[in-house]
């Protein structure tokens, strides 16, 4: 019971912490991050939809594959699905006032808001739970074809956050390398040792969304 107490207080802190990162340090410059996160933003920033509610719409195929073939990850990443985008749309009205009285430079906020996410996700990991994503859509696309599945989520950031780039401007891909890569250091640093704490996270996991 403890252990499933500590799960849900991580999966809160690390939900909350990765709304930050979104609304406060990503959305007020155009960045991007990777996996559903960045294609929910790309979504915002086109076409104004919101955040949350977007992660959410795509996640449901992803939930149902996993719900079919590999239940354990349904288990341990819907709750951080679900609470994050509630999280990132609930604190999405309080940009404004973020904003007005923080000034950060496009490069700093991209830094912050990788070390909110990457933290964010960290803390879930330690305690076997993550928001899902497109990993799992990783993870088969790797069994399939018998390539490393490291390898292939990394083709599936990069093609998100080209896109973006593509979409945007350079100044958009570049910062969202910023975050990405900041993100993925401090989701490690987080996940220290955490395999003498836990039995680890489903295979396939490593970052956002």
Known sequence: MLRSLKRWLAIIAGSLMIAIGINYFLIPFSIL???????ALIAKYLWGAKVG?????????????????YRPYFYLSFPGMLISSLFTDALYPSLYYFTYYVKLSPLM????????????LGVMLRYETSTGGTDL?????????????GFTIFIIDGMI???GGMLFSAETFLLSVVTIFVGGIVTGLCCLNRNTLHSGPPAGHRRFG
């Open 109 to 120: 906020s991209a830094a912050i808001g990788g070390i909110f996410m990457g933290g964010g």
């Open 33 to 39: 991050d990777g996996g559903i996160i960045g294609i």
């Open 161 to 163: 956050v080209t896109l």
């Open 137 to 149: 859509v990783a993870k088969f696309i790797a069994d399939y074809y018998l390539v490393n599945v």
């Open 53 to 69: 509610l977007t992660m959410i719409v795509c996640s449901i195929p992803i939930f149902m594959l996993a719900w079919f073939r």
